[in-house]
């Protein structure tokens, strides 16, 4: 059902259910994980992939220690990372690869916290053509 699954994560305790989920579901289904971080800080908005620095390298090395876990459950996976502003980010790597599923995590913010951080979630699902998966952090 789903060959390909990309898992969006930030970095944060919102990430923890949607992993645990996805991790059983491409177990179940033998599905192959897309692990994407965009990062958002001022360099990566101005100088893309050739940002660098300290907050590219612990972006890079938590997609690394999840890709561990999924690769200790016997899961395909591989990492990406993405430069600039999320959502635009997200979608146009929908647009532009294979995947079957966009997961993501939310924060569970409410009306005034979702305006103010921008609807990333829901800009995602409204600009993609496959299935998004929303897991709301416990």
């Known amino acids: 059902m789903y060959k390909t699954i990309l ?8 990430d923890k259910p949607i992993i645990d989920h996805v991790g059983a579901l491409a177990a179940r289904l033998q599905s192959r994980v897309v692990l994407l971080h965009v990062v958002t800080a001022a360099q990566a908005q101005f100088l893309g992939a050739d940002a660098g620095g300290e907050t590219v390298d612990e972006k890079r090395e938590y997609l690394e220690k999840v890709r561990r876990e999924f690769e200790a459950a016997g899961t395909a996976v591989s990492v990406e990372l993405a430069y600039g502003e999320p959502a635009r980010e997200i979608v146009r790597w929908v647009e532009t690869h294979e995947c079957d599923l966009v997961a993501m995590g939310t924060h569970g913010h409410r009306w005034l916290s979702d305006m103010v951080l921008g609807f990333t979630a829901s800009r995602v699902q409204h600009a993609v053509r496959v299935p998004v998966l929303l897991l709301r952090r416990t």
Do not use: K
């Not at 898992?7 to 919102?14: E, F, G, K, N, R």
């Open 7 to 14: 898992l969006t994560l930030d970095a944060s305790p919102a």
